[in-house]
């Protein structure tokens, strides 16, 4: 399963951005859904997960900011970004495990500055 990210952009702090995430196959069998972001000189740092029921976790640095949601029929998955920080600048990836694969996007970046 291919996987690409958009949405990505410079916006200035306090505003928003939605990543979309692209599946190239159904992703209604799919285990888990996440979002990564990985910022310069630091590691890859989970941000956002949904398990196939629906349940939701988020990093502390995110929570009541970021919401992930996903759209089977269209294969999609979704990070809204809200109240953006300079902080959150990096580049967020797409990941998706199901049965027999486990895919990464190749990125997208959001830079949060004024």
């Known amino acids: 399963v291919q996987l690409v990210e958009s949405g990505g952009g410079l916006v200035q702090p306090g505003g928003s951005l939605r990543l979309s995430c692209a599946a190239s196959?159904?992703?209604?069998?799919?285990?888990?859904m996440r979002w990564y972001r990985q910022a310069p000189g630091k590691q890859r740092e989970l941000v956002a997960a949904m398990t196939s029921g629906g349940n939701t976790n988020y990093a502390d640095f995110v929570k009541g900011r970021f919401t992930i949601s996903r759209d089977n029929a269209k294969s999609m998955v979704y990070l809204q970004m809200n109240s953006l920080k300079p902080e959150d600048t990096a580049v967020y990836y797409c990941?998706?495990?199901?049965?027999?694969?486990?895919?990464w996007g190749q990125g997208t970046q959001v830079t949060v500055s004024s």
């Open positions: 196959a159904s992703i209604f069998s799919a285990y888990y």
């Open positions: 990941n998706i495990g199901g049965p027999n694969f486990i895919s």
